[in-house]
């Protein structure tokens, strides 16, 4: 996949976070768990990307699983974390303040997983435009906190 796919690609994944966020929201609501309500988005996701294994003839690497790092398994964590950080913030503080958020929090951290190189990640230069672009979605945050 060349480079210009693979950025149409996170971007749409981005912006189907912005519509899950409300989406778990309002299952939240129909379970009354925000918990029960991430766990169940999670399941459906796991259905679908099963299938999607087995369709694709991708199981096949399910045998070297175990040779990976510790720290490779808590993906699912993360996800799991999101998932139910967003499903509670957007009813109460918008969906729009909820993803800045979620896009700052995920620059400062990817700033360092690149600075650092950690997680297997080569090491990049953290540049004055890197840090510009981080401080404006800051920015970008307090503003609409501001509004809100």
Do not use: E, K, Y
């Given at each position: 996949?060349?480079?210009?796919?693979?950025?149409?690609?996170?971007a749409?994944?981005?912006?189907?976070?912005?519509?899950?966020?409300?989406?778990?929201?309002?299952?939240?609501?129909a379970v009354g768990s925000p918990l029960l309500s991430a766990g169940l988005?999670?399941?459906v996701g796991t259905i679908v990307l099963f299938g999607a294994v087995l369709a694709t003839n991708a199981a096949g690497g399910i045998a070297d699983a175990?040779?990976?790092?510790?720290?490779?398994w808590l993906g699912g964590f993360a996800g799991a974390a999101l998932v139910t950080a967003t499903l509670m913030a957007a009813?109460?503080?918008g969906v729009?303040?909820?993803?800045?958020?979620?896009?700052?929090g995920q620059l400062v951290v990817g700033a360092l997983v690149?600075?650092?190189?950690?997680?297997?990640?080569?090491?990049?230069?953290?540049?004055?435009?890197?840090?510009t672009a981080i401080l404006l979605i800051v920015v970008a945050l307090v503003l609409l906190i501001r509004e809100s």
């Open positions: 996949m060349d480079r210009l796919a693979l950025i149409i690609f996170a749409v994944g981005g912006g189907a976070i912005a519509a899950q966020a409300p989406i778990n929201a309002r299952l939240r609501v988005s999670f399941l175990g040779s990976a790092p510790w720290w490779a009813p109460r503080l729009t303040v909820t993803m800045v958020a979620v896009v700052a690149d600075r650092f190189g950690w997680l297997d990640v080569p090491a990049r230069h953290l540049s004055a435009g890197r840090i």
